[in-house]
């Protein structure tokens, strides 16, 4: 069984940097692409950014602000936020699909935790 969880969120000013951190288990993360969506109240999953052994791709909305990495040995993902702007403010969820990242958009991979909240203020 898969299990991810997500850590690292909180309330910063605009401008301002967090990173998140997300630790698995019940799998190999190197047979895993793994990525970041986000979604804030009432709008749509939105795919942040993946990895896929370092192969990376970002949203439009983050690049040059967002960096993920990856630690397979400690089952371990990360996200670091610099730049933060108010309308980065969501729960941030990592997700993990078997295989190559491929087509498939993070906001669809099967698994994913239980998010953790990012608040950015003016």
């Known amino acids: 069984q898969v299990q991810l969880v997500e850590s690292g969120g909180g309330s910063v000013q605009g401008g301002g940097s967090l990173r998140l951190s997300c630790v698995g288990s019940g799998y190999d993360a190197e047979n895993y692409c793994l990525g970041w969506y986000r979604q804030a109240p009432g709008s749509a999953r939105e795919g942040v950014a993946r990895?896929?052994?370092?192969?990376?791709t970002y949203g439009d909305t983050v690049k040059g602000r967002f960096t993920i990495s990856r630690d397979n040995a400690e089952n371990a993902l990360y996200l670091q936020m610099n730049n933060l702007k108010p309308e980065d403010t969501a729960t941030y969820y990592c997700?993990?699909?078997?295989?190559?990242?491929?087509?498939?958009?993070?906001?669809?991979?099967?698994?994913r935790g239980q998010g953790t909240q990012v608040t950015v203020s003016s």
């Open positions: 990895d896929w052994n370092g192969l990376k």
């Open positions: 997700a993990a699909e078997l295989g190559p990242c491929g087509g498939r958009p993070v906001t669809h991979f099967t698994y």
